[in-house]
């Protein structure tokens, strides 16, 4: 890309964001782009596969580096860290992170996901909510599936002290439940649907309101920074979401080989458990998150006088990405 059109680039960008194009157009040049890939986004997968980042700053000598996130606590931690740029995670775990202190801001949401649900084995004479009172129950501190948890406790009357929890990465908490260590396990696709269709294990509870979307995160410095790369990452990720609505057999089989699980499997997590209709955050991801809040007060996950409202408001970037959205 020519450095006119680039600069004229970062100015519009600029202005979507509020940032001063004067401060771009002296910042040095960026040389490598960092940002995560994971099992649970598939439109990270088909970018990576395809090769269009690299494709996009090959011009401008910036090398693309991929780091795999093995859940939203990784990929947070990651953020926070500064050891990536740009990371993927459930909404509910971004604002988790941001009400203490990760500098994040989500400018796009990469998919409307069913990606969690209460898992338990097919011999299990556990049914509902209630009978995982007293029992061991396996989820990754920090992710939906975690939060996930501790809401649907909720709807049965229990706290989280109701049940002993183990805590586990998202393929390390399946076998666990496989293996008979734990009595349940709020999962994660597709490590939940290889569960499902190759153990039998048993959905007792699902509720896709509870699984707040994929949030697309971005460090605030580098937003602030580099506002014209992250357009370019949006647009690569508009190209890889319009190509799963386009080819979602395809899209399948590019997660089966990376998560390296059987086809099957991916189909049931890209065709039948993920939405790619909406990409623009704006007033139905910022409601989800007010409704989910209070869980993080209830469980002492945040600061007593944390201003969650404000973490919301601050978190969700309604405007940096609305000229680079498709229209479908």
């Known amino acids: 890309m020519k450095r006119r059109t680039l ?3 970062a100015a519009g960008s600029a202005a979507v964001a509020g940032f001063s194009p ?7 040049p960026l040389k490598e782009l960092r940002l995560d890939y994971a099992y649970y986004s598939p439109a990270s997968l088909v970018l990576k596969r395809f090769g269009w980042l690299e494709e996009e700053f090959k011009a401008d000598g910036v090398q693309v580096r991929w780091v795999l996130s093995a859940g939203s606590n990784r990929a947070l931690e990651y953020l926070n860290a500064n050891s990536i740029d740009i990371g993927s995670s459930a909404g509910l775990a971004a604002l988790l992170a941001k009400a203490n202190g990760n500098p994040i801001k989500t400018p796009y949401i990469f998919s409307r996901p069913e990606w969690t649900a209460l898992v338990v084995r097919k011999d299990s004479n556990i049914r509902t909510v209630a009978d995982l009172k007293g029992k061991k129950v396996a989820a990754t501190k920090g992710t939906d599936p975690y939060l996930f948890l501790l809401r649907s406790l909720q709807t049965a009357g229990l706290k989280r002290s109701d049940i002993e929890h183990v805590s586990l990465q998202h393929a390390d908490g399946r076998a666990a439940l496989e293996q008979g260590k734990v009595d349940a396990w709020a999962g994660l696709d597709p490590h939940m649907a290889a569960s499902e269709l190759e153990s039998g294990s048993k959905l007792i509870y699902r509720n896709v309101a509870f699984n707040t979307y994929g949030f697309l995160n971005v460090r605030e410095d580098f937003l602030a920074a580099r506002p014209a790369e ?9 190209r890889a979401r319009a190509w799963i609505r386009a080819n979602p057999g395809e899209a399948a089989r590019i997660l089966s080989e990376e998560a390296k699980v059987s086809l099957p499997v991916a189909l049931l997590q890209v065709k039948l ?3 790619f209709s909406n990409p623009q955050p704006g007033s139905e991801h910022v409601k989800a998150l007010q409704v989910a809040a209070p869980i993080l007060k209830d469980e002492s996950l945040v600061k007593a006088d944390a201003d969650l409202h404000r973490a919301i ?3 969700v970037d309604t405007r940096f990405a609305q000229p680079y959205i498709a229209r479908a």
């Open 313 to 315: 408001a601050e978190l």
């Open 273 to 275: 458990r993920s939405d």
């Open 22 to 28: 004067v401060s771009l157009a002296v910042a040095a």
């Open 7 to 9: 600069l004229k680039l």
């Open 230 to 238: 992250v357009a370019r990452v949006i647009k690569a990720y508009e």
